[in-house]
């Protein structure tokens, strides 16, 4: 199945070309959502068989690559279309596959009866190829394809309901702005792109990777390499300074945000840093840097999301904040946690939106929490599986969570050190308690709500059972990983199934300081207590006795401001790169620059030549008789010049 | 060997089209209009046996056809291609019959002189990009102004006087100098190799033996001409009146073909005629590419009016050619000549969708419009495309040339730096910023303007019939380039192997 | 037989020149001044003849034919013009046709 890994990006493909030329065309609902959902389906399988393939290969032989045909050639340069299945790219490829499966079914229910019925899943279709691109690729051009098609998928469905007003704007505005931020990222991967290429002379992955265990290079360039392809994961992964798009991509409909900017996509970046692991093992100050910048934006985003009140806002401030670790696992050197987190995340995030999706389906549109409460009446299978997610990240012990976030926080104390650990474990317990508030203004405490306006209700069977699915999920996905000190004979069994990615990685981190199981187990309990505590204040305090937060809102007025109004980023980017530049661009560069100095150069000589002339012309009065008479002068004078001068 | 032929066939038809159109009536329009579009369907066929018949893997020119001229001076009616030739020459025969039918409904005043300049501006650009003799070469290229003059002039806007004689001037004034230069070359080369001539093949040899101080001035001579018609910062300013105000066809053609020519002329003539004045200058002129890319996106940008925000982002998309020709390595330069098609197609292609909602509202004002993709929602989508392959996404034609371009000028020794690069790929970014802010405030959104619900009407089958050939082009040099790729690359590998030859001290 | 002195031809010649000469300058018909114009070109022709004979070489003489030649396809353009002009302003007055001017 190895060999015809590339039916699994044709599916999707393939589901997109007939929903959208022919979507339009197609009256049943019924039938778009099939052909979209079987599409992902069958990839899914493809994808499954390829995985049971590889599993069965000795770990050598684990690395295969599909070739298709040669897309760019120009000299040196010779970039295949070439697809590369290893156990990377294979638990990538399920990952998306299989929760893009769930969201499509999902999605049948959640879109039902939108004009755009058939665009919306033409368009999931196309997202789904685009990451296949992403993942399978089997080098950095055709990754680039897919990490710019997802931009763009993503940008065509957040503006999905592009006449919609959204916050200051419409939702085009919102889609505008996730396609630029990306972009910029985009620039800075480009230019890692191109360092890479001046530096090994291919773009190919395993050239470009064997060549940089074996290359003697300078230190700097690798630094610059990796800073680069950072700066791309920021944009796509949404972390510190381009997370800013992300909140913003909550304009589009649910299923969307669930896939694509919280599941898959934007964990696009953790994988591509996962992916070059040993370009930035070998980066030992980009390494800092990305930790930093993942702690960073994993806590500030934490904290933004504890104030937030539109539900997906809050979903989408703790999906950066859960990048934001991953990210920390990456940049202390941990890339199979990162991973593992990535998967879990898609498994418990996912169903937190679509949870969040399904209450929002049957409030009418309705996103503000505190216009919620005590839904878990009307609609338990929501309740209850969004219970299961929201123990899952709060890091419930048992729940695929827990492991994860464990996994990252041990490695951050081991890898990076106290303080690393410290930041990673407080964000835990904010985590812990933002999403408990969201979970007990949601479905627990008085209802809010107005009765007259709202009936809320469960979703149909199409929504609930892909939640239910994913809830499984939620719990059993994490023992794939169980750590080493619990699992006497195997081992984390995720983490030696990825080993040999990174095994050059390693090899160059050299991270071998030795921690005794009881560090270990007492930081796990530590972080636990933290997180069950953030729990229990959060649901006694939101059920309980709401004075305590008004009351802290007034104690702290202007930090709540702060928090609420997200640190002003968006506000302090807007005035002092947006708004000058446009600015610039049009008073200093158009108006001035272009209309007056050049054209007016352009211009000036025209009128100079103009004004001479004007001065001459008089001399063409018209009458023949009189340019004859000044002939006959001429030829006068000349005859006199000549006999003069015999 | 007819196969000599098939190069002056290409030139003749269009002319012989343009004739027969003259013994017709003004007032059948549509006659008229029909041999048009088959006399230039009949030069796109001739194109693609020429397309057959050329052999890419050769270096020298092919196909040639030599015929003795003006005896005294040894000038030659001299045509032959090399891949790069040829490729432009499919790029002018396949646009301009996409061009007629897309004035089908929208010319209708002159009729009979429009088809004719058109065919007669076809065969001009056709000769530009074949001729092999310097003479030739200054004919054509100073031929295909009178007709792209009054296409300008009689079928504009309200400024086309004003737009035409700008256009005219600002060329003549760059091409005046070039033809000082070639008779210089031609008396030099009389004194080096004992004739007077103007053949390129001969010229080879004797450029680069000029002496560096009066190289210099011959080089210039021959780039101020060049980088008016691409246009390079700072003397574009011709171009955003000449698109605003020539109709759409004329701005299909002007973006799709004639600005080529520009970038076509320094590949062909500047770089290996003065190989040691061109890498001296490479940084320099690399500048200037770079300003102009960010300056026309940021200009683009500000633009309330469609057609003028893409004659800008033509200046910026034209700097990246221009990077990529002097960064003299030979990804870059391939990049050039793909982007040149990119450029070519996409540009044109939203010059035509511009054009097309023009037709229907005679509004241009991006203002204007807001919501349309519930009106028009196939128009949408296809501006969606071309946008989107203006900005590069990869698996569009956009990506492949930018792509290439910066790769290949970030490892260039010519340039020896990086912040070309870095500079010039902040235009993707911006890039992004003018197409996409335009298409959401045209496209998206809630209906602006009650009058757009009548006036708009969704695309006809001759407007989708001028576009997916584009569409096609754009999608197959996205995804397959390899086609394009091949039939360049030895001919770059040979211009540029020239230029290193000559310039290897240099470079040291 | 006596021959008639090659001074008189000459002076006929520079006659008629001179006549053609002031007739351009001074009168407004157009026709006139047209047909002064055939005047002066006659009388070159004139003393192209004259010198034809007295030097004995015929390629004067083939010299007049093409003036003649041309002399009468511009007297039919001419006329063409000049008809076309008074179709046009009812007038070949040359002081009136004077548009082509700034």
């Known amino acids: ?646 | 060997m007819t196969n000599n032929f098939m190069l002056t066939y290409l030139l003749i038809v269009p002319i012989i089209g343009s004739l027969v159109i003259l013994f017709f009536n003004e007032n059948e329009k549509k006659l008229v209009r029909w041999i048009g579009l088959v006399f230039s369907l009949i030069t796109f066929i001739i194109s693609l046996f020429v397309y057959y018949l050329f052999d890419s893997t050769k270096t020298d020119f092919q196909l040639i056809h030599k015929v003795l001229w003006i005896k005294s001076l040894n000038i030659s009616y001299h045509v032959g291609i090399d891949g790069i030739s040829l490729i432009l020459v499919l790029l002018t025969t396949f646009i301009t019959p996409l061009t007629l039918l897309s004035t089908w409904n929208s010319i209708n005043d002159k009729v009979k002189m429009f088809t004719f300049s058109m065919l007669l501006l076809e065969a001009g650009m056709i000769g530009v990009f074949i001729s092999l003799d310097l003479f030739l070469f200054y004919i054509f290229w100073e031929a295909m102004l009178i007709p792209m003059y009054f296409i300008i002039g009689i079928w504009g806007g309200e400024r086309r006087i004003y737009a035409s004689i700008k256009f005219f001037l600002y060329t003549m004034f760059g091409s005046l100098l070039m033809l000082v230069a070639i008779i210089w070359l031609a008396v030099y080369a009389s004194n080096q190799l004992g004739f007077f001539s103007t053949n390129l093949l001969d010229l080879y040899k004797v450029g680069p033996l000029v002496s560096r101080e009066i190289q210099k001035w011959m080089f210039f001579a021959f780039f101020l001409s060049f980088a008016i018609k691409v246009p390079l910062f700072p003397l574009h300013t011709w171009l955003p009146d000449a698109h605003v105000e020539a109709p759409t066809a004329g701005s299909v053609i002007l973006a799709g073909v004639l600005l080529k020519m520009g970038t076509y002329g320094l590949i062909r003539y500047c770089l290996p005629l003065f190989p040691q004045t061109a890498v001296e200058y490479a940084p320099l002129i690399s500048i200037l590419a770079v300003i102009g890319i960010i300056y026309g996106a940021l200009v683009s940008m500000v633009q309330p009016d469609m057609k003028k925000l893409v004659a800008y982002s033509s200046v910026s998309h034209l700097g990246f050619v221009v990077l990529g020709i002097f960064a003299m390595t030979i990804e870059s330069m391939q990049g050039a000549i793909i982007q040149m098609i990119n450029h070519g197609l996409s540009t044109g292609a939203l010059f035509l969708l511009v054009g097309i909602i023009y037709e229907r509202t005679h509004h241009r004002e991006i203002e204007y419009y807001g919501g349309i993709a519930k009106i028009v929602p196939i128009y949408s989508t296809i501006l969606m495309i071309v946008s989107l392959s203006s900005i590069g996404l990869p698996g569009l034609n956009g990506f492949v040339g930018e792509f290439l371009i910066l790769l290949g000028s970030f490892k260039s020794l010519v340039l020896n730096s990086w912040w070309y690069t870095i500079f010039a790929a902040t235009g993707i970014i911006f890039a992004a910023v003018y197409l996409l802010w335009m298409y959401q405030r045209v496209v998206f959104g809630v209906i602006k303007n009650d009058n757009l619900r009548q006036e708009l009407t969704d695309m006809n089958i001759r407007e989708l019939i001028t576009l997916i050939p584009i569409l096609l082009f754009i999608f197959w040099i996205g995804i397959y380039p390899s086609t394009f790729l091949k039939l360049t690359e030895v001919s770059t590998q040979s211009i540029l192997k020239s230029v290193a030859s000559f310039t290897y001290d240099f470079l040291k | 037989m006596s021959v008639i002195p090659i001074e008189y031809y000459l002076i006929l010649s520079a006659f008629m020149f001179v006549v053609g000469v002031i007739g351009v300058f001074i009168r407004r018909n157009a026709i006139v001044v047209f047909m002064c114009i055939e005047l002066m070109l006659n009388s070159a022709n004139l003393a192209l003849v004259t010198f034809s004979s007295y030097i004995g070489n015929p390629v004067g003489q083939v010299f007049v034919f093409f003036v003649m030649t041309v002399a009468a396809a511009e007297a039919a353009v001419g006329l063409a013009i000049i008809i076309a002009i008074f179709r046009n302003k009812q007038t070949v007055n040359i002081d009136e046709i004077n548009i082509f001017k700034w």
């Open chain 1, 1 to 646: 199945m190895i060999k015809y890994i590339y039916l699994a990006v044709l599916f999707p493909l393939i589901g997109f070309l007939i929903n959208g030329f022919f979507g339009r065309k197609i009256k049943s609902e019924l039938t778009i959502g099939i052909i979209g959902s079987s599409t992902v389906g069958i990839a899914f399988l493809i994808s499954l068989l390829a995985f049971v393939q590889t599993i069965q290969f000795p770990v050598e032989q684990r690395t295969n690559t599909v070739e298709l045909f040669t897309w760019l050639s120009a000299n040196g340069l010779n970039i295949k279309f070439a697809y590369l299945v290893d156990q990377l790219s294979l638990t990538m490829s399920l990952i998306v596959t299989g929760v893009g499966f769930l969201i499509h079914v999902y999605s049948i229910g959640y879109m039902h009866g939108d004009k755009g019925f058939w665009r919306f899943f033409a368009y999931l279709n196309l997202f789904i190829f685009a990451m296949m691109n992403l993942i399978l690729g089997d080098n950095f051009v055709v990754l680039f394809l897919g990490w710019e098609g997802v931009g763009l998928c993503s940008y065509l469905l957040i503006g999905f309901w592009y006449d919609r007003k959204f916050e200051k704007g419409t939702t085009a505005d919102a889609a505008k702005k996730a396609f630029i931020v990306n972009r910029i990222g985009d620039f800075g991967f480009l230019l890692g792109l191109f360092l890479i290429y001046q530096t090994f002379d291919s773009l190919n992955f395993q050239d470009v990777f064997s060549k940089a265990q074996t290359f003697l290079i300078n230190e700097n360039t690798f630094n610059l390499i990796a800073l680069f392809l950072f700066i791309g994961a920021t944009g796509k992964s949404a972390q510190i300074p381009l997370y800013i798009w992300l909140p913003d991509a909550m304009a589009g409909p649910t299923p969307v945000s669930a896939l694509i900017h919280a599941a898959t996509m934007v964990t696009a970046g953790v994988y591509m840093v996962s992916r070059a692991s040993i370009l930035f093992a070998s980066a030992p100050t980009v390494m800092m840097i990305i930790a930093v910048v993942g702690l960073l934006t994993a806590f500030l985003a934490a904290t933004i999301g504890l104030v937030q009140n539109d539900i997906k806002k809050v979903l989408a401030y703790s999906t950066i904040s859960q990048l934001g670790y991953m990210f920390l696992a990456s940049g202390v050197g941990a890339f199979s946690s990162s991973i593992f987190h990535v998967m879990t995340h898609a498994f418990f995030k996912a169903l937190l939106f679509l949870g969040a999706g399904s209450v929002i389906h049957a409030m009418h549109e309705e996103q503000n929490i505190q216009n919620y409460g005590g839904l878990k009446n009307y609609m338990p299978k929501t309740y209850f599986t969004f219970l299961i997610a929201a123990l899952a990240i709060a890091g419930f012990p048992g729940f695929s969570g827990f492991f994860s976030k464990d996994e990252i926080l041990w490695y951050a104390y081991v890898n990076g050190g106290f303080i690393f650990w410290f930041g990673g474990a407080v964000t835990a317990m904010l985590t812990a308690f933002y999403i408990f508030r969201l979970f007990a203004l949601t479905f627990l405490g008085n209802e809010r709500f107005d009765h007259h306006k709202y009936h809320p209700h469960e979703s149909p069977s199409v929504m609930t059972i892909p939640l239910i699915i994913l809830a499984i999920l939620s719990i059993l996905g994490g023992y794939v990983g169980i750590p080493e000190i619990f699992s006497d004979q195997e081992g984390n069994l995720f983490k030696n199934w990825l080993e040999p990615v990174y095994k050059s990685a390693e090899e160059k981190l050299l991270t071998s300081s030795f921690h005794s199981h009881f560090e270990e187990v007492l930081l796990m309990l530590i972080s636990v207590l933290l997180a069950l505590c953030a729990i229990y204040i959060a649901i006694y305090v939101y059920t309980k006795n709401i004075f305590v937060i008004d009351k802290l809102k007034k104690r702290f007025v202007k930090v709540y401001n702060l928090l609420f109004n997200k640190y002003y980023v968006d506000e302090i980017y807007d005035s002092i790169i947006v708004r000058p530049i446009k600015i610039v661009s049009e008073k200093i560069l158009w108006k001035f620059t272009d209309s007056i100095i050049i054209d007016g150069m352009v211009n000036g000589v025209a009128e100079i030549v103009n004004i001479f002339s004007e001065k001459i012309r008089r001399i063409q009065n018209g009458l023949v008789q009189f340019y004859a008479l000044i002939m006959g002068v001429g030829i006068v004078l000349i005859l006199f010049w000549i006999i003069v001068n015999l």
